[in-house]
T-cell receptor
């Protein structure tokens, strides 16, 4: 069964610093992977997704993620953090059931300090 | 363009009272629809999904039920709320049945059961 592990429930960075949010997946078949962002009291917004085309995926707001099969990872990065990046980030894997069904990680809250 | 609405935005209900949360999608037809619950400090848990009118699949046994009376309307209900039903409820939709589809989320409903 597919699953997702997000290491670190909270990550703190300074404005302008590198952002690295970790996601490891478990899947018996090639996975489809997603990163979503959630601002306080709002729904989730898609940042980017991996669908087996390019292993380096670029998303919105300057974020990108690299699919590494050997490490079963799909870490999210951004070269320079902005105050507006403070939010909760969720990694998710899509179950290959012929019907889109996501399994989410427990989320990582990104804190950005001036 | 497609939009997804949820109401109410916030709700405070006493234990034992009934519940009805509504989700509607505009600008698309025959969407796949989902209900998630997000408890404090936890990830998203898929509660129900629907591939068509009257077709509901439940993911976890619980005190809640779902219905889809119209193509673009998805309702989450309970006859008697429990304290453990408190949380942030999110509705989502996808346009097709492929595992690479993006799920688009509504703004959510914050439910507090006292």
């Amino acid at each position: 069964a597919q699953s997702v592990t997000q290491l670190g429930s909270h990550v703190s960075v300074s404005e302008g610093a590198l952002v690295l949010l970790r996601c490891n997946y478990s899947s018996s078949v090639p996975p489809y992977l997603f990163w979503y962002v959630q601002y306080p009291n709002q729904g989730l917004q898609l940042l980017l997704k991996y669908t087996s085309a390019a292993t380096l995926v670029k998303g919105i707001n300057g974020f990108e993620a690299e699919f590494k099969k050997s490490e079963t990872s799909f870490h999210l990065t951004k070269p320079s953090a902005h105050m507006s990046d403070a939010a909760e980030y969720f990694c998710a894997v899509s179950l290959n059931t012929g019907f889109q069904k996501l399994v989410f990680g427990t989320g990582t809250r990104l804190l950005v300090s001036p | 363009s497609q939009t997804i609405h949820q109401w109410p935005a916030t709700l405070v209900q006493p234990v034992g009272s009934p519940l009805s949360l509504e989700c509607t999608v505009e600008g698309t037809s025959n969407p796949n629809l989902y209900w998630y619950r997000q408890a404090a400090g936890r990830g998203l848990q898929l509660l129900f999904y629907s591939v068509g009118i009257g077709q509901i699949s439940s993911e976890v046994p619980q005190n809640l039920s779902a219905s889809r009376p119209q193509d673009r309307q998805f309702i989450l209900s309970s006859k008697k709320l429990l304290l453990s039903d408190s949380g942030f409820y999110l509705c989502a939709w996808t346009g097709g049945g492929h595992s690479t589809d993006t799920q688009y989320f509504g703004p959510g409903t914050r439910l507090t059961v006292l």
